[in-house]
């Protein structure tokens, strides 16, 4: 079993910054790919960033290219994700994952965090 936290989320402006954090628990953190999702209001939750086991490879779902960058901290059990230039469409519940092999599919995620929510403003 692995738990996870997410914490960071808030109410931001259109162009403004946010990082949210997850710190993990329990199973052995750096044998878990890493990733974040979101759900918007009305929305299918959707894939947005991952990170491999040790870090070196990342994936974005192309709107956050650019934007958000997902890095990890296997010494502290905690992943990160930098949001930057944040825009209206980025308001979502945003839920942070645990998998065995890297994946942007959410059914390839075993574990999951609460959500912590983020609203822009415009």
């Known amino acids: 079993q692995v738990q996870l936290v997410e914490s960071g989320g808030g109410l931001v402006q259109a162009g403004d910054s946010l990082r949210l954090s997850c710190e993990a628990s329990?199973?052995?953190?750096?044998?878990?790919?890493m990733g974040w999702f979101r759900q918007g209001p009305g929305k299918e939750r959707e894939f947005v960033a991952s990170?491999?086991?040790?870090?070196?490879?990342?994936y974005y779902t192309g709107s956050v290219k650019g934007r958000f960058t997902i890095s990890r901290d296997n010494a502290k059990n905690t992943v990160t994700l930098q949001m930057n230039s944040l825009k209206p469409e980025d308001t979502a519940v945003y839920y942070c994952?645990?998998?065995?092999?890297?994946?942007?599919?959410?059914?390839?995620?075993?574990?999951w965090g609460q959500g912590t929510q983020v609203t822009v403003s415009s």
């Open positions: 990170i491999s086991w040790s870090g070196s490879r990342t």
């Open positions: 329990g199973r052995s953190f750096s044998n878990y790919v």
């Open positions: 994952a645990a998998a065995e092999r890297l994946s942007t599919d959410r059914g390839s995620y075993d574990y």
